[in-house]
């Protein structure tokens, strides 16, 4: 995991969070949410020479990659860099690292999530800007208060992804950053825009959104796969649904049923995808529930019905009853003047 730490020199205070990558998206994105949560921009930002935020040029000349070039240019502060191998430039910095992370993880190293992960980060973060410095005898929170006036005013948040165009494979896979991801088997041996978010990618072809999916995969080479994107081929070969990894990768619920209702009519599960595709999964899940209840099979045609009952309009109680006193009315008046007997009675007839 990596740690993204901004710390203001005056006050000591201290932002942080925690990524997977250190790549151009997850740079981005610290700097959006820093910027959010002070309220402002500092008019200067020293970098260190990490590959994210320096070029490196023959002779040591160095210019902002084109990362620091958009967050400077947008929000208007000036990126400063410190010098190669001197460490007494950017002790402040390196010092916060260290203080966070001790603060963060020195009593628990191991998560179930990297959610609470991060939520340890931020409580550590949030205690020790808190705590009184021993250098000023104040609060970093305190002190930041008042060196938030000379902030420049904030902005709309930048939108921090990274737009790239990838081949899709002849397997209906992308791959984005070391990894595999599915996409709609129709765009096989295809080009399509990915747009990287930090825990994201949004998917386009033909300037059209298609979908968006999690990146959930932390290692090299691996496989996110979507049963759905791959329905027109399991339609050609439905026996192969059984031990395919789409199979292994979909939803607990879908696996559960498959092997239950569906091992041995693997064509009818791809019309249930379909049916999930046209409703919800949350839907399907009740209808079968339903039937489960009602002790009825688990089918196809019993789980449309299902569905159908729920969609059907509820009319109002009174709105058939409304209809034919309105359509009386209007007969008895038309016979009254006919005779000359004048209106009829506001008073409903029964």
Known sequence: MKIGVFSLKNSDYRFARLYTHENTECFLD????????IEGVPKEIVYDNALVQVKRFVGGEKKPTEAVIRLSSYYGYEPRYTNYFRGNEKGHVE????????????????FATIAEAETALI???????????????ITADTAFAYESEFLMPARIPLDVSVFMEVSVNKYSLIYVDTNFYSVPDFLSEKKVMVRKYPNRIRVYYNDEFLFETKRVLKGRNQYQIDINHYLETLKKKPGAITHSLALKQAKPWLQKIFHDYYGQKPRDFITLLELIQKNSLHDVQVAVKKLEIKKLPIDNSYIY??????SA??????????????ACEEQLLAISSLYGFGGVSNERVH
Do not use: W
């Open 30 to 37: 610290v700097h959006r949410q820093f910027f959010e949560h």
């Open 305 to 310: 019905n299902e569905l159908m009952d729920e």
């Open 313 to 326: 309009p509820i009319s109002a109680p009174n709105e058939g009853y409304d209809a034919i006193h309105k």
């Open 95 to 110: 010092r916060s690292v260290e203080i966070v992370r001790r603060k963060a993880y020195c009593t628990q190293q191991c």
């Open 123 to 137: 409580k550590a973060i949030n205690k020790n800007n808190a705590s009184i410095k021993q250098r000023t005898g």
